[in-house]
């Protein structure tokens, strides 16, 4: 996605032109389209997809306590049917077609007007359809992590008008904004697969929601240790191939730069996941397999804006730096604040994020990603990276604070006290594993 | 057709040998040993369950990325067997010596006496019911 703000630059002004796109095809060129780009973007999109389920959906269930697995996996699985239809209902178009700064257009609602042969500019070698299926598995990820900040406790009912209006307030504007043709990408903000529009995003609104809901109850006094980490082990596996179509599919095409993507997405993943068995073997005698698989999905968060932009030494710094961060702000950081983000979306994507977005523009490689960063004499970069955490923070963060309190006009956020400690398998979705 | 069941004999076995029941406590993993050690000086049977405790050994911490536990109750198995009571002190020695680690935590031994015992298929009693 970072070859959408280059390319969009060229291809804005004859758009902006032709903007009668209500009776015509938008982008209907056919002669461009690549067996190779559709054949690797297939396989990218099914990739993103697995991510969330089952990958997403282990990783967290995993985590949670037993009688709260189930309900776990119902939020991944939720997310991945309603955010599929809002795609297309409206999302598709709000975000990728028309290039307002500030929002898309509708031309696309229903994908009315999509043929067969026609492309989206933003990748003008594949279908259309299949640039839209591909973002599509980015937004249902992003809207299914914010759910681990809030596992253990929130009601379904409520989870559902949460991600639905999460999804159009906080996903669709910002998505836009940053891969779009929106304002931040048009500022020059790197974001190769979405250090911005996914992970912080999805991170600092799990915070808000994690503080809007209240911490668990036993939080701090009781015990509330995983129920089978291997199953998180199992999803960390399928996130992490997963995450070479995330990253890989980037840049839209079977090229040499998606592997270069795919080669520092690995080794970030590797370096994130020794560098917190490190710490932890260092200051408390032993490396957790948590934390090791922690690690590898704090080192993949934090490379993924950076990817497609930087050389894959510089994943090894990155997953370092990820692994160390993350570890720092899931141990010392969520205490000394005191708030239950269960199962550290912040701590891990959030504070990963940023840190990927800054470092992006610390590592970026004119000959990779054809933008140079600091290291190669553009401080400049640095500043504009730093504007688009700002904007998602205050954006993501304002603004999952609104779609709660609307929400929870409709319908109390969290279950009763009583069908939480009964667990919301039960309580919510009446099964329970036995 | 309706079968006759056996009369059953009279369950008060006051002219029966006497027995103990021992509960043994031992690390999961010394089953096996256990087992082949109470095997081999004759005692037939045995009834075990998984168990959570805790005694000088207390529990350990458990840390979750930012979180710690302590976890009081440390599973263990809890053996059962019921032997004449000329051979509880034998059954005793080779639980002791096979379940033993040296390490804290390897468990505890009680023998208590059995009233009485009844083979349910057959309605044997006491000494014939072991």
């Known amino acids: 996605m970072g070859a959408l703000s280059s390319r969009a630059a060229k291809l804005a002004a004859p758009i902006g032109v032709a903007a009668t796109w209500l009776t015509t095809p938008a982008f209907a060129t056919t002669s461009d389209i690549s067996a190779a780009d559709t054949a690797w ?34 939020q991944s699985l939720a997310a991945v049917t309603i955010i599929s239809i809002l795609w297309v209902a409206f999302g598709y178009s709000l975000v990728f077609v028309g290039d307002g700064p500030l929002l898309g ?11 067969m042969d026609g492309v989206n500019p933003a990748a003008k070698t594949i279908p259309e359809s299949l640039f ?3 973002q599509m598995t980015f937004a249902i990820i992003t809207v299914a992590l914010v759910a681990g900040s809030v596992a253990d406790r929130m009601r379904f009912s409520a989870y559902l008008m949460f991600s639905v209006g999460w999804f159009m307030f906080v996903y669709v504007p910002l998505a836009h904004w940053v891969w779009g043709r929106g304002f931040l990408g048009t500022m020059g903000v790197l974001d190769f697969a979405g ?3 996914v992970h912080l995003s999805a991170g600092i609104g799990g915070l808000v929601a994690a503080k809007v809901m209240g911490r668990r109850y036993g939080y701090g006094t009781e015990n509330l240790s995983p129920f089978d980490l291997s199953l998180a082990v199992a999803g960390t596996g399928l996130l992490w191939v997963g995450w070479f179509g995330f990253n890989g599919g980037s840049a839209l095409a079977a090229n040499s730069r998606a592997v270069m993507a795919i080669t520092a997405t690995h080794l970030a993943a590797c370096a994130g996941a020794l560098t917190w068995g490190a710490i932890e073997w260092t200051i408390r005698c032993k490396p957790s397999v948590l934390g090791m698989i922690s690690g590898a999905v704090a080192g993949l968060g934090t ?12 994943g090894i710094v990155i997953g370092v730096i990820a692994g160390s961060m993350c570890f720092w702000a899931c141990t010392w ?65 304002g603004v999952t604070y609104l779609v709660l309190k609307l929400v929870s006009a409709f319908v109390p956020l969290r279950v009763s006290r009583e069908q939480e400690l009964e667990g919301l398998d039960i309580s919510q979705h009446g099964e329970a594993l036995q | 057709m309706k079968r006759t069941e056996p009369a059953l004999p009279k369950i008060i076995g006051n002219e029966g040998l006497t027995m103990k029941l021992v509960v043994a406590i031992i690390k999961p993993f010394k089953l096996d040993e256990v087992r082949q050690a109470l095997t081999a000086i004759g005692v037939t049977g045995m009834t075990i369950t998984e168990v959570k405790g805790y005694g000088r050994q207390k529990g350990h911490t458990e840390i979750y ?61 006491d000494g014939d019911a072991l």
């Open chain 1, 105 to 115: 257009t509708l031309d696309r609602w229903f994908l009315a007007g999509m043929t």
């Open chain 2, 65 to 125: 990325r930012g979180a710690e536990y302590v976890v009081n109750f440390l599973p263990k198995l809890r053996i059962e067997i019921a032997v004449p009571s000329n051979l509880a002190d034998k059954a005793v020695d080779v639980i002791t010596s096979s379940a033993r680690t040296g390490q804290i935590g390897d468990g505890k031994i009680f023998v208590t006496p059995i009233d009485h015992a009844l083979r349910i298929r057959t309605g044997e009693t």
């Open chain 1, 132 to 134: 839209m299926l591909y």
């Open chain 1, 41 to 74: 973007m297939m396989v990218a999109t099914a990739l993103v997809l697995m991510m969330t389920i089952p990958g997403l959906a282990l990783f967290y269930s995993g985590m949670v306590r037993k009688k709260n697995v189930l309900a776990t996996m119902a």
């Open chain 1, 303 to 314: 490379i993924t804006p950076a990817s497609g932009f930087v050389a894959p030494w510089h």
């Open chain 1, 195 to 197: 250090g911005l529009v």
């Open chain 1, 333 to 397: 950081l969520k205490h000394r604040f005191k708030y239950d983000d269960s199962l550290d979306v912040f701590g891990v994507h959030g504070v990963g994020g940023m840190t990927g977005m800054l470092l992006a523009g610390v590592f970026a490689t004119a000959s990779i990603g054809g933008t140079s960063g600091l290291i190669e004499g553009n401080a400049g970069l640095l500043l504009v990276q730093l504007s688009g955490i700002v904007v998602t923070l205050a954006w993501s963060g």
